[in-house]
């Protein structure tokens, strides 16, 4: 009996032993799951940089509407389309006037431009869905009515060149991109799926990449139109209509009606949002499009706001 007792306090003992051990495992997991619950947000937010507006202009002049922005990267300069004043206007890198240009007073609801040849440019005109090659030089204007291989006229929202000075533009007809040759005829088309909407684009060397509204996805491609890679942007948008990519590959979305910046990762993964939609310096209205300047500042058309906001972290 006492044999048996002794046996089964032996017992009692291993188990309350394994038990203590298994508790022990348990308050162990929980402290740890309860340690990543507390670190992981402070991970991420210490990685989320604090942007605020560091420029914002015009200051002593009205623009009204700004539709569109190029960024002379060499020369630090600053080129707003001025939509309804039908003009296009220079701006320094403090954001102090430059100079005001109206093509003759040709220039008609210009919604978009690029700088092709040297002292050449290209500007989109929608009042009469014409694109514009413009000699600043000589002040010839030229006019032109863009159309697909069907016949259909294209409806061009942007425009944009290559290093090699070649053009490309975004038809919101038919939500792809072409690039045109010299006599504009198509060369070669961008396209996603059969309804995507590529709505922006930005080149970057020997890639084309561009945002597909309809699916929130960023595509890129190679300049010859090769299909290279989808990136679908897994995040809470509205509707995005414009994007930036910096040099570490992040991606900037613009959310337009909700007056927001979404940062994703390269592989389309949500990280931080700044901005909401006001009137105050630093807050957005309507925003249209988002670029990167020389500093690596954020560049937004707050088009509701009429004028441009600059952001720097």
């Known amino acids: ?62 623009i009204d509407a700004p539709s569109g922005l190029v960024i002379d990267q060499a020369r630090k300069r600053y080129y707003v389309i001025d939509y309804n004043a039908d003009q296009l206007v220079s701006f320094d890198e403090q954001g102090q006037l430059i100079d005001r240009f109206d093509a003759m007073g040709r220039l008609k609801k210009p919604v978009s431009m690029a700088f092709g040849a040297p002292g050449k440019m290209w500007v989109v005109q929608r009042s009469t869905n014409e694109l514009l090659y413009i000699d600043l030089n000589s002040r010839d204007v030229r006019r032109f009515n863009v159309s697909k291989t069907s016949g259909q006229p294209m409806l061009i929202d942007r425009v944009a060149t290559d290093d090699q000075q070649r053009l490309y533009v975004a038809d919101s007809h038919s939500g792809r991109i072409f690039r045109l040759d010299d006599n504009l005829k198509i060369t070669t088309i961008f396209a996603g799926k059969r309804d995507s909407q590529l709505i922006d684009f930005k080149i970057a060397g020997s890639t084309l990449y561009a945002l597909d509204s ?72 309507y925003p249209s499009e988002l ?6 500042r954020l560049c937004v058309v707050n088009q509701g706001n009429d004028r441009i906001e600059v952001f720097k972290h």
């Open 1 to 62: 009996m006492r044999l048996f007792s002794s046996q089964q306090r032996k017992t009692d003992t291993v188990d309350m032993g394994v038990i203590h051990k298994k508790n022990s495992i348990r308050l162990t997991q929980h402290l740890l799951c309860l340690a990543l619950l507390l670190l992981v947000p402070a991970l991420v937010c210490a990685k989320a940089p604090s942007w605020h507006s560091s420029l914002s202009f015009p200051k002593e002049m009205a």
């Open 214 to 285: 309809q699916h929130q996805q960023l595509h890129s491609f190679t300049l010859d139109g090769q299909h290279k890679d989808t990136i679908a942007l897994k995040g809470d948008l509205d509707r995005p209509v414009s994007f930036v990519l910096d040099s570490h590959g992040m991606i900037y979305i613009l959310d337009r009606p909700q007056g927001k910046i979404a940062v994703f990762t390269a592989k389309g993964l949500f990280k931080y949002g700044f901005c909401h939609r006001g009137a105050r310096r630093g807050q957005l209205n």
């Open 291 to 296: 670029h990167m300047d020389w500093q690596d």
